[in-house]
């Protein structure tokens, strides 16, 4: 929290902005998209989620109200803005556990992992080593390729077991002395498998410790937010990134988290105004993270519809357990998949969240998925940004179904019913 | 809205049981081309003689989309010069084999033509000196 601030204005928020944050146990109402697309059957979460009413309705009406740019007027407008950015990034950080100079502002995972690649690289030299998994999400391992190259460093990959989780032997055998940062995804974003973040950190940390060099944890959390209950703190990383519009808030926010033992190490990627302390004609002083790392007018609307959407998935999971609930329309829609013909299911049922990767073995996804959306059931078809591990495994070109918190067992229902007319389309065609 | 109209008869057949597949018995240039985001592949075989595509044959791997436009593709410019393959647009390619994409399979239907465009390019870089 910024020191100095008057929250009890913020603390009559409930007047600030008109829209509650809803629980409902119909939570499709509580979306507009869905009522502007009626029949929308929408199973892409994990691209992106849709936005309840309390983060659309309350974004516009920050421009309505209370626009101004934060930390430099000294009028109330500008004080009013300044204290909702400050409010929703301590809200936020409560909501990962971590503490708000923690949490750095960014337009998304891809932008954090970028910017965190590149305030290690001072940090890096010739010969030290990268671990990596294989299941990154490309945005997760171009950075790594690239400051590898720079530095003439080691990327080594680290593979997975049969079941799509990361293969222990296989990391303790690539650790080594050499080792600088390691890079993991908390939840894959084409097989949906949980890592277990915590009990690497410290399978490593362990190994690694009679060499007492300086390791850095990068985590890409991008598809675990939304369904994991993260306790940032509790996985003893130095990074964690992530995006807004994944978990129901909007696009364009998102951020990292940096840990504080560590958070002014670095030399900022990005220069420029609000973070600095002093500057003279040949030399700058940087404010203390995480300002340091956000220089430039930051995205208020956005901060704040992210602190709204956190609240709207605090509030469900608590009194509407959504986790629960996605976790049954997963094993579900598992189980019937299994049961079709021809279909191949990525990795097997445990340490999953509700999302999961299929083939089938004789008609092309992309055919599967364009039938599907002629019934308005909406999947990802491809290659999921994660063309090495689709090499790597021999993996076919593939439909994802991301479960979110609006889906309903009927939309399950609908959703095979439909992939099973669609194989029989494709399959038919044989028998003419 | 989509509509499932793309998929017609003629595109199910041609997928189905593709034209002009295999592996030219004689042929002065081959180029494979991918789309890598869907694992979708066409390896082209062409024989050129006098500038005029003589035969076309190929292997493809891939969705319903691109398989049938090569098929019809193939179909169409047996004959015809290279120079018309070069100049042939997106749109009069789209007008030749009778299928409009909708965005999200504009790709697919596009791989045909990528691949035989490279084809006669490679083909004229290696016989500028004849
Ligand atoms: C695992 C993973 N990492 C990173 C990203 C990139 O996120 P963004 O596009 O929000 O920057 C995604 C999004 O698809 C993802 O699934």
Known sequence: MQKGYNYDK???????????????????KDFPIFKNNKKLIYLDNAATTQKPNSVLKNYIE???????????????????????????????????????????????????????????????????????TIDQHHSNLIPWQKLSQRKGMNLKFVYLDENFEIDNEDLLKKISQNTKIIVLSHVSNVTGKIHPIKEIVETIKDSLKIYNNSLYFVIDGAQAVAHLDVDINDLNVDFYAFSSHKMYGPMGIGGFYINKNIKNDFEPVIYGGDAIEDVTELSVKYLEAPQKYEPGTQNVAGAYGLSLAVDFLRKNRKKNSIEKKEKELFNYLYDSLLEIEDIKIIGDKKNKISLLTFSHKKIHSHDLSYYLSTNNIAVRSGMHCAYPLYKKYNLESSIRVSIGCYNTKKEIDYFIKKIKDSISFFNNLDDK | MIKMDMYRQIIMDNY????????????????????????????????????????????????????????LFSDKIKGKSIEYVLNLSEEEYFELINIFPTISRVKCVLLGLKTLKEAIIQFKSQNKFN
């Not at chain 1, 995972?109 to 910017?115: E, G, I, K, R």
């Open chain 1, 10 to 28: 913020f603390m009559i928020k409930d007047k600030l902005f008109s829209e509650k944050v809803r629980i409902s146990n119909n939570l499709k």
């Open chain 1, 62 to 132: 920050y421009y309505e109200k209370y626009n101004s740019n934060i930390h430099r007027g000294i009028y109330d407008l500008s004080e009013m803005s300044s204290l909702i950015y400050e409010y929703s990034k301590e809200n936020i950080s409560n909501f990962f556990n971590i503490n708000s100079e923690e949490l750095v502002f960014t337009k998304g995972t891809t932008d954090s992992l970028n910017q965190i690649s590149r305030m290690l690289e001072s940090k890096c030299e010739l010969n030290d080593e990268i671990l990596i």
């Open chain 2, 16 to 71: 189905k049981y593709p034209k002009n597949t295999g592996k030219l018995e004689k042929f002065n240039i081959e180029n494979k081309s991918s789309n890598i985001s869907c694992g979708d592949e066409i390896e082209i075989f062409l024989d050129i003689q006098d500038n005029l595509i003589k035969d076309i044959s190929y292997l493809a791997k891939g969705c319903a989309m691109s398989v049938a436009s090569m098929s």
